[in-house]
């Protein structure tokens, strides 16, 4: 089965950078994905690493090491709008399901 | 625009009475569905894959004969939940996959459900 773990919270104030970790223990996947869920609303795709490497989408980078069963989302000159919560998922190779992670709930101040 | 659309988006029903969600994609067809429940602050839990023409798969502990799922078309699942209990209200939320190895679902905007 799938475990992916990450930090429960994260605190920053505006304008800084922040990185998002996702350790995960899987017995094989297609690549690791990032959403973000704003409360009360439905999950929104961020980024998908279907390679180790770092993947850029403006201000939002993900990066995977599958050597290392670790990701992480790394967002760039946050913004209140940024304060949501954020997952990471796998794509089961064997049965194609997307399995989340435990999720972190990043919390902006001005 | 939204390519899954789910229905309804809030619900508030009695104890021991059945609620249907129902979850379509829009201008493409899902062979298959992917419905998830989430407690609050919680992460998103797959309860089972619907199936276009077949049996559902239901996750380890969920009860299949509580949460009834059907895929009647390639188009449309839905999940009733039956005799619903106060521990039943969650957000419910229906995916189908943009295509076979990518990290993309496409998400419902969700259903709360409040049972009284």
């Known amino acids: 089965g799938q475990s992916l773990e990450q930090p429960s919270e994260v605190t920053a104030v505006e304008g800084a950078i922040v990185q998002i970790n996702c350790t995960y223990q899987?017995?094989?996947?297609?690549?690791l994905s990032w959403y973000q869920q704003h409360d009360g609303g439905a999950p929104t795709f961020l980024s998908y690493n279907a390679l180790d490497g770092l993947e850029e989408t403006g201000r939002f980078s993900s990066f995977l090491s599958r050597s290392d069963s670790y990701g992480y989302l790394l967002l760039q000159e946050l913004q209140m709008k940024d304060s949501a919560s954020y997952f990471c998922a796998v794509r089961d190779r064997g049965t194609d399901k997307l399995i989340f992670g435990t999720g972190t709930r990043l919390q902006v101040f001005p | 625009g939204a390519v899954v659309s789910q229905h309804p988006s809030w619900v508030i029903c009695k104890s021991g009475t059945s609620v249907k969600i129902e979850c379509r994609s829009l201008?493409?067809?899902?062979?298959?569905m992917f419905w998830y429940r989430q407690f609050p602050k919680q992460s998103l839990m797959l309860m089972a894959t619907s199936n276009e023409g077949s049996k559902a798969t239901y996750e380890q502990g969920v009860e299949k004969d509580k949460f009834l799922i059907n895929h009647a078309s390639l188009t449309l699942s839905t999940l009733t939940v039956t005799s619903a209990h106060p521990e039943d209200s969650s957000f419910y939320i229906c995916?189908?996959?943009?295509?076979?190895?990518?990290?993309?679902?496409?998400f419902g905007e969700g259903s709360r459900l409040t049972v009284l």
């Open positions: 201008d493409f067809q899902a062979t298959t």
């Open positions: 899987t017995s094989g996947f297609y690549g």
């Open positions: 995916s189908a996959p943009t295509s076979v190895g990518t990290g993309e679902l496409f």
